[in-house]
DNA sequence: TGAAATTAGTTTCGATCAAAACTAATATAA
DNA sequence: TTATATTAGTTTTGATCGAAACTAATTTCA
């Protein structure tokens, strides 16, 4: 690729496929009224049982803004409870509830069955071998962002 | 993958990485005063010397408000020119103007300069096989989305 | 101690976006 | 014709988001 077009532009495809996957997939959980922070939410705390705000932020790569704006949410369906630390009481500890736990095991399987149905269309490998590219760029944009010198592409 | 983990679930790397990807690019061309939808706008009209806003919409992606948007901040800027369809008063042809141009050449060596360096950071193949990969699964995504019997994953 | 800096989490603010409502122009068809 | 439907593009509306400001609790260190 020597003249740029969008056609073969990497950034550009990244975009639109994201929206149109998370387009795709967000019906399936919002049937359940659930949104994409707290579906990521959900899935991490079904996962490890208890987290902090902050340690969610990092497993779901959300700001703490969103951690908590979906926490908030979720306080209000009663799909998780907060439990104030003892030694610090800046820290909360966030569990599913009864409810929460329901309602994922509802979700869960959905979920899986829309992931295997898009796995199973495309091609022998491919699949994982995006998954695989994709973290290969994940990588080097956060090495990007460490780099000391900024913006030197050519070197 | 038989437990959903985030770890291993594709959209949520979707996602992730397009952040990512967008963040760091749009501060390659945000040192122009370029935000995305003005950039994707840029790159067609140059390419194919005049659009309408319902083409540009097709080209980039973008629904029509979007791309109203965009060419709003645009004309602000004299980036753009736009001249009244001769034979239906409803549509326009939209130019890049010479500002627009000029700006235009000073942005796109960057940015491929960028895209270049990622592609060269990653495993060979990789980069083509990724850009593949994520047009199989948009073309997937349509297939869903013009399906009759919608949200059937299983069979 | 206790003042200053740090940290966890929430709230505010401004920007952006998609969906829907809307305007103006054109096509259809009665 | 002229009424109705359709189309191109803009504007409004409500939701979401990240950055930054903020609050409260804790740690640092003088």
Redesign the interface.
């Known amino acids: 690729?020597n003249k740029?077009?969008?056609e073969?532009?990497?950034?550009?495809?990244?975009?639109?496929?994201?929206?149109?996957?998370?387009r795709?997939?967000s019906?399936?959980y919002a049937d359940f009224g659930v949104t994409?922070p707290e579906w990521?939410v959900m899935?991490?705390l079904n996962?490890h049982g208890s987290l902090t705000p902050s340690q969610l932020g990092v497993?779901?790569?959300m700001d703490k803004a969103r951690v908590s704006r979906a926490l908030i949410l979720m306080d209000k369906k009663a799909l998780i409870s907060r439990q104030v630390d003892q030694w610090d009481k800046r820290v909360a500890h966030i569990c599913l509830t009864d409810t929460g736990k329901d309602l994922f095991t509802q979700i869960?399987p959905?979920?899986?069955?829309?992931?295997?149905?898009?796995?199973r269309?495309?091609?022998d490998q491919?699949?994982d071998?995006?998954?695989?590219?994709?973290?290969?760029?994940?990588t080097?944009?956060?090495a990007?962002?460490d780099s000391t010198s900024e913006?030197d592409?050519?070197d």
């Not at 073969?8 to 998370?22: K, R």
């Not at 959905?110 to 796995?119: H, I, P, Q, R, T």
């Open positions: 690729m740029l077009e969008l073969n532009f990497l950034p550009y495809h990244l975009s639109i496929t994201s929206e149109m996957v998370s795709a997939l019906k399936v994409i990521r899935v991490h996962h497993a779901t790569s869960e959905e979920v899986m069955a829309w992931n295997a149905c898009l796995a269309d495309m091609p491919q699949h071998d995006l998954l695989q590219a994709l973290k290969t760029v994940e080097w944009c956060k990007q962002g913006a592409y050519d």
